[in-house]
Nanobody
Framework: QVQLVESGGALVQAGGSLRLSCAAS????????MGWFRQVPGKEREFVAA????????YYADSVKGRFTVSRDNAKNTMYLQLNSLKPEDTAVYYC????????????????????WGQGTQVTVSS
């Protein structure tokens, strides 16, 4: 198993930036594809960004592409999400997730592709 802990959420003004971190422990981090999702009350958890196990492929929701950047440092067992040009509609609880993979193509935009989830970190963007 792998344990995931998000951090870095905060209250920021529109146009500001944050960097979220997802620290992993328990298993070899590099074997997992990783993703970021977000959720607001009353809505489904939605895909934000993902990165494959080696870090050479990234994926983004259209709503964040060009503003957010996902990265990982396998030596530090950590995934990051850089959030720039924040908008009030980015307000949500942000979750990181880990997916076991043997190298197969899996749909990283789907929540049910992931096996482990963090507890979430709150991002609030004021207008």
């Amino acid at each position: 198993q792998v344990q995931l802990v998000e951090s870095g959420g905060a209250l920021v003004q529109a146009g500001g930036s944050l960097r979220l971190s997802c620290a992993a422990s328990g298993r070899t981090f590099s074997i997992y594809d990783m993703g970021w999702f977000r959720q607001v009350p009353g809505k489904e958890r939605e895909f934000v960004a993902a990165i494959n196990r080696s870090g050479d492929n990234t994926y983004y929701a259209d709503s964040v592409k060009g503003r957010f950047t996902v990265s990982r440092d396998n030596a530090k067992n950590t995934m990051y999400l850089q959030l720039n040009s924040l908008k009030p509609e980015d307000t949500a609880v942000y979750y990181c997730a880990a997916a076991r993979t043997t190298g197969r193509v899996i749909p990283l935009r789907r929540t049910d592709s992931y096996d482990y989830w963090g507890q979430g970190t709150q991002v609030t963007v004021s207008s």
